[in-house]
């Protein structure tokens, strides 16, 4: 049975700037035995290309082709149900790119969707204006619901954090395209060609890498090296079907294991953990 993987970037193959022990040697497996796969990235600041740059300078073998962000997700979602749209964005390059190169125009007034994504150039004026577009019948569209990013000074405040405010003083809520949605994580899939049951989903988020791989059906595999922690998951109503310290202890052989005997594995040696 042939598989195919959905990554997780930040607190998967690197924190901060620095890339996790064995990650290179994971891809490379992957590479070498021509498994498919795809990083996939909540963050719309950054188009394809320069994250696979990034990535490339970091020392990881990789090409454009392998990176998948929730601006391109959003901009395909959006040209899908209005082909040729207008939108006003408050983010920066990756969404904009993203949407021009899927046939949407950008403008400042009468848009068929307010578009929000990540930015540090944002400013009160913008929302403002998001907020009269919105209240006059645009769409709000997040690219994604996280309500804090990463950086190596700290967190700064995410997509989710942004939109909250429109949604706020204009009462309506955002549809996210961003994981967990299913509209991003069965765009990836699509974009490796495997079925639901051949793909792994691999995060550190419960919340949005492992839900969303687990809404879809895809196989989950949480790896402990980013913002979950083992004590955290007695938390969640759910389970990935494989807990590991870091990307570089993932079972590959195992995955090609019934999907049924894994879960149950995984189960009991969660059970054991978190008893003690």
């Known amino acids: 049975m042939k598989i195919g993987f959905l990554i997780d970037m930040d607190g998967v193959i690197y924190k901060e700037n620095d890339l996790i022990p064995g990650a290179i040697n994971f891809i490379n497996y992957l590479i070498s035995n021509n498994i498919p796969f795809l990083f996939l990235t909540n963050n719309s600041r950054k188009t394809r290309r320069d994250t696979a740059t990034k990535l490339k300078r970091m020392g990881m073998p990789i090409e454009e082709k392998h990176v998948f962000t929730c601006a391109m997700a959003t901009a395909r979602f959006l040209a899908k149900q209005k ?14 790119h993203a949407l021009h190169t899927n046939g949407y125009s950008i403008v400042d007034h009468d848009p068929d969707y307010v578009v929000v994504g990540e930015g540090t150039t944002f400013n009160f004026q913008i929302i403002e204006s998001a907020v009269h577009m919105i209240m006059k019948g645009a769409k709000l569209i997040s690219t994604n619901p996280d309500v804090n990013c990463p950086t190596p000074k700290g967190i700064r405040p995410g997509c989710g954090a942004i939109v909250s405010m429109i949604e706020k003083a204009t009462g309506i809520e955002a549809f996210s395209v961003g994981k967990p949605s299913p509209v991003m994580m069965r765009e990836a899939r699509k974009e490796i060609g495997m079925e639901s049951a051949a793909t792994v ?9 492992i839900l969303g791989g687990i809404q879809m059906g895809y196989r989950t595999v949480l790896v402990l090296t980013g913002s979950t922690k083992t004590e955290d998951l007695k938390k969640y109503a759910f389970s990935p079907d494989f807990i590991v310290p870091s990307i570089a202890e993932i079972p590959i052989k195992q995955l090609l294991q019934p999907i049924r005997k894994v879960v149950e594995t995984q189960r ?9």
């Open 268 to 276: 009991n040696i969660l059970a054991e953990e978190l008893t003690g």
């Open 83 to 96: 082909p040729h749209g207008t939108a006003f964005v408050v983010g920066e390059g990756g969404l904009l």
């Open 201 to 209: 989903m691999i995060g550190d988020t419960m919340s949005t890498d």
